[in-house]
């Protein structure tokens, strides 16, 4: 769960920050990236004549006031490219702060991505770039000020701009900044608004409550708003915000595709009224994280029977830390190997799972990943754009070590049920293809082709320029995966890949 992490991160950096820097990197337009060692040799790269760079990453190099207000000063330059700064844990203050919200104004800065997280910025601040948000020379897209105290004054100032005919904003977070059931129901309301334009949203770690998470939940249902990824972990909003937020999934107008509860005390009753609304054709979910809410068995039957559901369109489900013990899990399993069941990405660490258990989920969606892999190559999902990502998570998830006796016991299991589920039921096939009659010869072609998909992955991750066109005409890969070429349908993302248990 995302906020969980932004708050242990934030400690363990706190503790280590007077230890370590972290280096200084300027990458180009062709997403080649750049190890600069000083600030002054990063404001002259930035600022020469025909330069390249458009993405700048000084977090972590105690820059303070006097290194920002230079960044700022850059940003200002006609030959300064950069369209994305991230200056977070710096330690910048009011001053430094300033003069980067003032630079938003300027008609030569080109900025659409700013991160200040986790510096020591406060309502007046939040209210400066606010300002700058209304400006029509203003670029931003993307704002982070996770970590801070804008509190619930910044958080309205930042709220007031949305509706704004100047703001650009799709993507904000306001995490860990203590704006309370207020903040959030101030920004709940400009999403209403016909002028927001916001797609993502953060609000984790915010005390919001149930009344927080009520007011956003209405938001979701008008139909001018656009928000399709939503955190609101870590707010104690309990079975109730759960169940609104469950209801507002449910409603057409509801753009939701990602949804993070995690650490809400939603227990099994706001688990399971979730898990309803996946099987609603108006829900919109592909990922949902409901880690740390102690949801046990109950609930995680009740989600494995919504995976099942055609209607559901869930790839992704983080349900760490949930007290969910084999029952749960063998339920999960189950669902995995549904025909209607779309999840590539399970995450069921930290919970009561005997280890045979555990194994057997991971083998399945292990089988699962690579199903998958080869369904959106055959419908044209995968594309310049996502394959490397798609790739890396595969590769992770396709290891099976000495998984001897469960591959035995699982190739018995296809030879003696008549009725098999789908996912069985095409590997079935596959074995039958490849004229395999032996368990022993079943372990073989399996470990054989894990390892074969690992290594060719490997060879696609470690190549600096992405290449698309000799990824998907890799021969040895695409007979591997049992490819028979691509077909153009129109057939929903099916996501990311992966499992931690």
Request: glycine fraction near 6%; charged fraction near 30%.
């Amino acid at each position: 769960m995302k906020s969980l992490k932004k708050i242990v991160l934030a400690i363990m950096l706190l503790y280590s920050f007077n230890l370590l820097l972290a280096d200084m990197t300027l990458i180009d337009s062709r997403g080649i990236k750049y190890k600069i060692e000083t600030l002054d040799a990063v404001i002259d790269k930035i600022t020469e004549e025909n330069n390249d760079y458009t993405t700048l990453n000084v977090a972590k190099n105690r820059i303070g006031d006097t290194g920002a207000q230079s960044i700022a000063e850059a940003l200002k330059d006609e030959n300064c490219k950069l369209t994305s700064l991230n200056v977070g844990w710096n330690n910048i203050g009011d001053t430094g702060a300033q003069a980067i919200a003032e630079t938003l104004k300027d008609k030569n800065c080109k900025l659409t991505s700013l991160n200040v997280g986790w510096n020591r910025i406060g309502v007046k601040i939040a209210q400066a770039i606010a300002e700058a948000l209304k400006d029509e020379n203003c670029k931003l897209t993307t704002l982070n000020v996770e970590g801070n105290r804008i509190g619930v004054e910044g958080a309205q100032a930042i709220a007031k701009t949305l509706k704004d005919k100047n703001c650009k904003l799709t993507s904000l977070d306001v995490g860990v900044n203590q704006i309370g059931v207020e903040g959030a129901q101030a920004i709940a309301e400009l999403l209403k608004d016909k002028n927001c334009n916001l797609t993502t949203l953060d609000v984790g770690s915010n005390q919001i409550g149930v009344e927080g998470a009520q007011a956003l939940a209405d938001a979701l249902k008008n139909e001018n708003c656009k928000l399709t990824t939503l955190d609101v972990g870590s707010n104690q909003i309990g079975v109730e915000g759960a169940q609104a937020l469950a209801d507002a999934l449910k409603n057409e107008n509801c753009k939701l595709t990602s949804l993070d509860v995690g650490l809400n005390q939603i227990g099994v009753e706001g688990a399971q009224a979730l898990a309803d609304a996946l099987k609603n054709e108006n829900c919109k979910l592909t990922s949902l994280d409901v880690f740390g809410n102690e949801i046990g068995d109950e609930a995680a039957q009740a989600l494995a029977d919504a995976l099942k559901n055609e209607n559901c369109k869930l790839t992704s489900l983080d349900a760490r830390m949930n007290k969910i013990g084999d029952t749960g899990a063998q339920a999960l399993e189950d669902a995995l190997k549904n025909e209607n069941c779309k999840l590539t990405s399970l995450d069921v660490f930290g919970n009561q799972i005997g280890d045979a258990v555990k194994e057997k989920i991971n083998f399945i969606i292990a089988l699962c990943v690579i199903n998958n892999l080869k369904r959106i190559i055959e419908y044209n999902e995968i594309n310049e754009n996502n394959y490397k990502k798609i790739v890396e998570n595969v590769r992770s998830r396709i290891s099976i070590y000495d998984y001897d006796k469960l591959l035995e016991n699982w190739y018995n299991s296809l030879q003696e049920n008549k009725k098999l589920q789908y996912l069985d039921a095409e590997y079935k096939e596959e074995l039958a293809d490849h004229d395999i009659e032996t368990s022993g010869a079943a372990i073989k072609y399996i470990k054989d082709k894990f390892d074969t998909l690992d290594k060719e992955l490997n060879l696609e991750l470690k190549k600096k320029d992405k290449n698309f066109d000799e990824f998907i005409n890799n021969e040895k890969l695409m007979n591997m995966l049992g490819v028979s070429g691509p077909f153009r349908q129109d057939f929903d993302d099916y996501g990311d890949f992966g499992v931690e248990v």
